[in-house]
Each structure stands twice: as structure tokens, then as C-alpha cells.
């Protein structure tokens, strides 16, 4: 019951990620899951889960209450190579440079994880297609190195062919030399190729299964631990929009907390005021004076206490209007297509002045088209158009107005 409870609170104060991991679609089972953990004050748990495509998984969060929350990617199919410091180079395909590559390096800063550049960017536009919202894009083997990690002095081979991907782990002394996580049913050509390169043929061999509600806490405690700013990840850019809501669900936190305690500390004295007074007046009949005045000092304390009620009134309000205002922005951020930007947006009432460029007449006309489209806006007009240049490239400025419809 308690659990439960610690859960609820837990979602209500916006202390969750939802995190979604992918796998490779061709396995048996399904490819995706969707898990919301919940932090508290007893550790982090998973507090509701799914598994299936994409679609469902995201109609499962917005069934879930999760329409507008960003998503923890936990990427599990994009093939990722293990670099270690010193042992290994990030780039040594032929053919390949250095900018065709994502290169990550781990919080502890001994190892990275590389990747394919456009690998990456078509799972960032197939979860985002699907309607997710992105805070982070990491790969699944920081997660399972964390998991994995064990203080052994000798040299250990973990490996594990589940749903399509092979993943391959090479510790020696407590630390990761070397990590593959690449398509296939089987790993066996991994551990030839990391037995002959690091002469390691007596090294045992263990195979590991995926616990996936494991590598979502252990990315669910990074992100806490090192906010979403902080924690090694993709170049996916994270969605504006939610983190706007994780700033504001972390201000009216700071603001229950503030007047939860004062409302406690108020009820505290107001306590030890009332024993204070009963034990006098049992006493002795010389305290009645003393009696009244503190009778005085509870009224007192009962206009701070709804002074503070009047306080906590006005942050809500203020609270409300924060999330009004980042809907609002919300409502244009969704249409803003790749070539076009917005340098100025102002709310007046009802009524929304943009300004921006975009990089062709093309480009403007269809997220003019794309605004038109949204039902929660009427009357959009273009007012003016300027072709101008920025950092040397050709440019179209312009104005468009719009206003609420709801």
C-alpha cells in the first residue's frame, strides 16, 4: 500500500522517466518496450510497462497519461563498437571519416561507444515518426557495462544472440577493453576475432541475458544523477517542448516542498503552543493572563498560515501559466519543418506575432500550409517576406500572425 502510494506521489510530482528501449525488429519477441520508473525515496522501481511496435508502444504511454512527456532512448539495435582508451582506435573503417562516425564517451571517461552517424539519425527519426518525444539517444552498452562490471582481476567474455543482435563484452581487471553489439544470431565469430586480437583463448566465456527493467533503472539513476545534460549521448538533439515540461515540473516541486514545510512547521509550533497553554491553565489560575495572550499568538500564526495558503494560491496560478504559455509554443514548435526557424514568437491574449527564416520560399509555404492545418489556429496570415542573407547563406525573413482558436 505504501509502494503504491510512494508511486502515485512519485508520478504526480513528476519525478519519472519514461524510458523506451528498441531492439532489432527481426526477433521472435517484441523489438520495443516502454517502461515509466518512478523515483523514490526507497530507490528507483518500474512502476508500468509495455512491449510491442512502436505505435503501440506509444499509444500504451499516451493511454498512460504520457502524451506530452519525453522519452529516455535507450538505443539496442544500432550496431555500436567499444572504443578503450588507448587500446583502439574510433575510426578505422576504410572509406569512413571521422565526422560519418558518433562517438560517445562514458561518464567514466576509460571507454566510448561508436557508431554509425546516419545509423543513428534514421532510429532518432523512426522513434520521433512514431510520434516520441526524445530527451536522450544513448546506446544500450553503457547500460549493460554498468551491469556487467565486476572487480575480477582475470580477463571474462560475456556474451549474448537474442532477437536478431549479437553483443560481445571483454573485461579484464575490473575494466571494459572491448565491446561489440552488431546484427546476428550468433556470437561466435565475435569471440573468435577478440580471442586472436587479445591473445586471449583461456579467457572464460559466460553468456548474459537482457534485463531490460535493469538497463532502464540503471539509465533512469544516470539521468537523475547527471540530468539529461550530463548524461553521454547521441547527437540527437533533445525535444524542446519537454524539457520545458521537466523544468516545470521540477519548480512546482521546490514550491510544494517550500509550502509543505512551512505548513508543517506552522502546525509544529501551533501544537506546541496548545500543550504549552494547557499545562499552564492546569496549573495554576495566575496564568490566564499568559493564557489569552497566547490565544492571541494562535490567531496570528492562523493569518501566516493563510497568508502562505494566499502564497501557494498564486504559485499555482502562476504555475498554470507557465504550461499555458508552453502549450501554446508547443502548438507552432511541432510545425516547425528542418529549414525553417523561429527567431522571436510573442503571445498576446490570443494572438501569436512569429518571426523567423527559413532557407526557401518552399520551406516557408509549408509550414504556412503545416499551421493552417492545426485546428487550434485560425486567421494565419503571412505579413511580410524579406529575402535576406545569414552567416553568408540566402535567407527568407519573415512576420506571420496567428490566433488561438481554443
Known sequence: MFSRMRKTLGVVAGRFWW????????????????????????????????????EECRRFQMSAGGADDGILLMDDATPVKIVSDGLD??????????????????????FSAVALRSAVDNMAQEVQK??????????????????????????????????????????????????????GDSCGNLVKYVRERFLLKEAPEETFAMDYPALALALAEDAWLFRTDGVPAFHTPADRASLKRIREAALFRRVSKACAAVLVLSFVVLSLFCVGENVYANRSESVVHNFKTRIQKQKDLAAV???????????????????????????????????????????????HSVQ??????????????????????????????????????QVVRFNLSAEDAR
Open 19 to 54: 524510458i523506451l528501449v528498441v531492439g532489432d525488429s527481426r526477433g521472435e519477441t517484441p523489438a520495443v518496450h516502454i517502461l515509466r520508473v518512478v523515483r523514490g525515496v526507497g530507490g528507483s522501481a518500474v512502476d508500468v510497462s509495455f512491449s510491442g511496435t512502436l
Open 305 to 351: 498560515v493563510d497568508k502562505l495558503e494566499k502564497d501557494r494560491a498564486q504559485s499555482e496560478e502562476f504555475l498554470k501559466h507557465r504550461s499555458s504559455v508552453s502549450t501554446a509554443l508547443g502548438i507552432f514548435a511541432k510545425h516547425v519543418p528542418e529549414n525553417v526557424w523561429i527567431s522571436r514568437w510573442d503571445l498576446a491574449g490570443r494572438s
Open 89 to 110: 582506435s574510433p575510426v578505422d573503417f576504410p572509406g569512413y571519416k571521422d565526422e560519418d562516425f558518433d562517438n560517445v564517451k562514458a561518464v567514466s571517461g576509460d
Open 356 to 393: 523567423g527564416y527559413a532557407v526557401t520560399s518552399e520551406d516557408l509555404s509549408g509550414f504556412l500550409a503545416s499551421l493552417e492545418s492545426e485546428r487550434t489556429l485560425v486567421n494565419v496570415r503571412l505579413r511580410t517576406t524579406e529575402k535576406t542573407t545569414w552567416k553568408k547563406y
Open 130 to 183: 512514431a510520434g516520441f518525444r526524445i530527451l536522450l539517444h544513448v546506446p544500450s552498452v553503457f547500460a549493460l557495462a554498468e551491469l556487467l562490471e565486476s572487480p575480477d582481476e582475470e580477463s571474462r567474455i560475456f556474451t549474448n544472440a537474442e532477437n536478431g543482435m549479437s553483443s560481445l563484452m571483454l573485461f579484464s581487471g575490473g575494466h571494459l577493453l572491448a565491446g561489440y553489439r552488431v546484427p
